[in-house]
């Protein structure tokens, strides 16, 4: 069976790009790495499975017995996960598709025919640093061993540290000659020469970059002169209004308060002309609650369902953060979006007119003075918003002039963290901690958030109770009420968030699991974390990494996420 034939039978795609034909016949050469660089939506994620499915029906596994996914974020795990598994039960229903993630731990030994993971838990599974495998720490090592494995959309992660232990953990696998690809729209070639750069053999990686992409859309690019979020107010004017009210909508701001903000202000104006459907996206939603809104986007804005483009009737509002930039599959007819750096603006406008034949608009606003670039570099924003205004008619769809736009950006790794991290992976392999407190994937360490309704422990037979006994209750009778509670109402958060609520006094309680020896199982507990007089602005072990933490109902607000959320933090 040929390539084309086995996309027809078995995706539905008859027609191909010339860098998933390229990606094929260099995976049937067996050469590794490959870099695969292509634009939004060009089927990059069809280009890496389809020669690996089509081992399933020639009954010979060339390339490697297994696949493992790698993703940035959970939400992208999700959405990825859902996509392959279409494609992998079109070739046989017998081909196992499993997620592998802090809110899915559904295959911790990696063993799957595919698995779609984080980068996070992919790198735990190497080190054997996992306490989800107990005894039997070497399963998941073994089974990267034997797979192809796949990090798509790399230049999401953005910070030096996360990208030295990119570079680390390339080097390795090559090194072990494991074969990876590494997929991309927006790398610049800062970053790619950094991340390869400890790859050395007689022909170096394989590269392919797309070309003769054309949806035949067109985007018009305006720049405005005033900020949409100015001190501490969004500055949403009566024709902007207008101009939203008539269209498919995507907002996208650079922090959480903004975006919370800027829906107050929209829902506001908007209500008063017409009801409209307006929801807003952001990191800070509980799993059930990003779940619903992600859902309500998607009856808002133009999307695909089994490879099918659906148009809602009614126009609506999106109102976002950066999470949207990669994963969730809609279509605005107009984008408005802050400053970012070029890689991030792409990435929205990928949500732009994103069909075949469509039209859109796009305005980008600036950023105020002082903390406004975060969580971006002030120089990286400078660079983006100089490049636009000297290409005003640049066409931001077009994948060579739009690589020519992230070209500008030099992110890089950091070398000497690259070496460290060489060392604090070989010494946990070494040695194979119980759990992934010595290896940091990440600058900022990940925790989670309960969102706990305290008056559901208020017992009202009682005159005296202490503030621990009512949490305990409240989290006890949310637990009998629904077992999944504490799963449903979980946020995750880098470790800086917590700190945050933690000074600010709005969040002071800890989640603990103990185990009852008499009982033989683990137990709900609570710590206090705000008994001690402590001042919280020193540096002290009542806030770590990896534990769970819980938030009273007051502070969160299940249509604007945790509130009031004055953090920089994304």
Known sequence: MNINDFYKNYFGITTLYAHQIKFWKIIEKEKYPVLLKAPTGSGKTEAVIAPFLAQFVKNKFSIAPRLIYV????????????????????????????????????????IADIVVTTLDQFIYAYARVSNQVGHHLDIPAGAIASSLVVFDETHMYRDGFTFSMMRAMFEILHKANIPFVVMTATMPESLEESLFEGIKNAEGYQKI???????KNQINISLEKEPIYKDNEANISDALLDKIQNKKTLIVLNQVKRAQKVYKEIKRGLELKENK????????????????????????????????????????????????????????????????????????????????????????????????????????????????????????????????????????????????????????????????????????????????????????????????????????????????????????????????????????????????????????DIRDLLKSNKNVNEEDRRIGPFRTYIIESTYYDSLKGVVPDESPFI
């Open 71 to 110: 993703l940035p974020m959970r939400v992208l795990v999700n959405s990825i996960a859902d996509r392959i598994r279409r494609y992998a039960h079109r070739v046989s229903k017998n081909i196992s598709v499993e997620l592998q993630h802090g809110e899915s731990p559904n295959d911790p030994f990696f």
């Open 277 to 524: 459907e307006i929801v807003l996206l952001h990191s800070r939603f509980t799993r059930k609650d990003r779940k619903e809104h992600e859902e309500t986007s998607l009856k808002i804005l133009p999307h695909k369902k089994d490879g099918k483009i659906i148009i809602p009737e009614r126009t609506g509002v999106v109102i976002s953060t950066q999470v949207l930039e990669a994963g969730i599959d809609f279509s605005a007819e107009l984008l408005l979006t802050e400053l970012a750096p070029a890689d991030s603006l792409i990435q929205r406008a990928g949500r732009c007119a994103r069909y075949e034949g469509e039209q859109g608009e796009i305005i980008v606003f600036p950023v105020e003075n002082e903390k406004g670039h975060l969580p971006y570099e002030k120089n990286h924003l400078k660079k983006t918003i100089k490049w636009l205004e000297e290409n005003k008619n640049f066409d931001i769809r077009n994948f060579s002039t739009a690589s020519k736009f992230v070209n500008i950006l030099n992110y890089k790794a950091d070398d000497y963290a690259a070496r460290d991290s060489l060392i604090d992976f070989y010494e946990c392999v070494l040695y194979a901690d119980a759990a992934p407190m010595n290896i940091q994937v990440r600058n900022s360490k990940p925790a989670t958030l309960i969102v706990i309704d305290f008056s559901l422990g208020i017992n009202k037979m009682k005159k005296r109770q202490s503030k621990k006994d009512i949490v305990m209750n409240a989290i006890m009778n949310a637990i009998k009420d629904n077992k999944s509670y504490i799963k449903d109402n979980s946020i995750n958060v880098g470790i800086g968030i917590v700190w945050y609520l933690f000074k600010k006094k709005e969040m002071g309680w800890e989640l603990l699991w103990k185990y009852n020896e008499d009982k033989k199982r683990h137990e709900i």
């Open 209 to 215: 970059v797309s070309t003769g992409f054309n949806l």
